[in-house]
């Protein structure tokens, strides 16, 4: 992969993405269809949260480089691929263009706005402030992961019933930053994360009850405004009886096997995307 792409870390930015238009499409709750007024919203909104986390990867990088010569030391700014100066310029500019592209869906649902504003405080309060303090920078980057789906839900006028996805998102989230710190705490010289805190098995602890609340908030829309014997309910509780249980493997063997850990909470993630999809042809 080219090292810019690495640096911005692609992978996420596609999620972030999908996760926007996901959202959008929840909250209008009439499947894959809509005016094109609603799609240039949406679309808009999804790419500035493409480029506000690109920005945000970027700084983190910016700001984790001793760290990353322990724990990564194949990124992009740890071997050179990528100076130091041309990353600040990158990730300057993708925070501008993504706030350039929410500006004319600002003007239609000022809420929008509000968590933009929200979103950017959170990203540099992190990387300035609460990164070093351990489960309070890990909530940050959790609740971040939940606004996504709220952006998108706001940018089709209706962020409300993104409520309980955004709420499973932010706990899933929180679990697997949990579990990063555990992997990453030989090389975290500098911060003070739970894991180095509290120990592998209690920070795993936190990590298995933050999956448990999540599978719990997953039956909040069958009991709010999705019907269980729908089409749309049905296939919901199939992909999110399907994400439970891959979440439910991905903090069994907490605290061995981390980086394995890691990827069935990618798993997870991604199938859970699905069933929230389902949603929107309710």
Same mark, same amino acid.
């Given at each position: ?176 930053? *949990? ?60 992909? *999110?009886?399907?994400?439970? *249980? ?37």
């Amino acid at each position: 992969m080219h090292p810019a792409l690495r640096l911005v870390r692609a992978g996420n930015l596609a999620v972030s993405f999908v996760g926007t238009i996901v959202g959008g499409l929840v909250a209008r709750g009439i499947g894959l269809t809509g005016s094109s007024e609603f799609w240039a919203y949406v679309l808009l909104a999804a790419g500035s949260t493409a480029l506000v986390t690109a920005g945000g990867n970027v700084l983190n990088d910016l700001e984790d480089i001793e760290e990353d010569r322990v724990n990564h030391p194949d990124r992009p700014l740890v071997t050179g691929a990528i100076s130091v100066r041309g990353a600040r310029i990158v990730a300057v500019g993708l925070f501008v263009g993504g706030i350039e592209l929410a500006l004319p869906v600002i003007l239609v649902y000022p809420l929008v706005g509000v968590m933009l504003a929200a979103a950017l405080a959170g990203m540099l309060a992190y990387e300035f402030r609460l990164k070093a303090a351990g489960l309070s920078g890990n909530a940050i980057v959790a609740a971040l992961t939940g606004l996504v789906f709220l952006y998108g839900g706001a940018a089709a006028g209706n962020a409300l019933v993104l409520a309980p996805f955004a709420a499973m998102a932010f706990f899933a989230t929180l679990s697997r930053e *949990v579990v990063k710190d555990m992997e990453d705490v030989e090389g975290d010289r500098s911060r003070a994360t739970l894991p180095k805190r509290r120990g592998l098995p209690f920070a795993g602890g936190v990590a298995r009850g933050a999956v448990a609340v999540a599978i719990v908030l997953s039956v909040v829309p069958v009991l709010w405004f999705v019907a269980a014997g729908s089409l749309a309910g049905i296939i919901y509780l199939g992909l *999110v009886g399907a994400a439970d *249980v891959v979440f439910v493997v991905s903090v069994a063997y907490l605290p061995g096997r981390l980086h394995w850990e890691q990827t069935m909470s990618k798993v997870a993630m991604t199938v859970a995307l699905f069933a929230f999809l389902a949603v929107a042809f309710r």
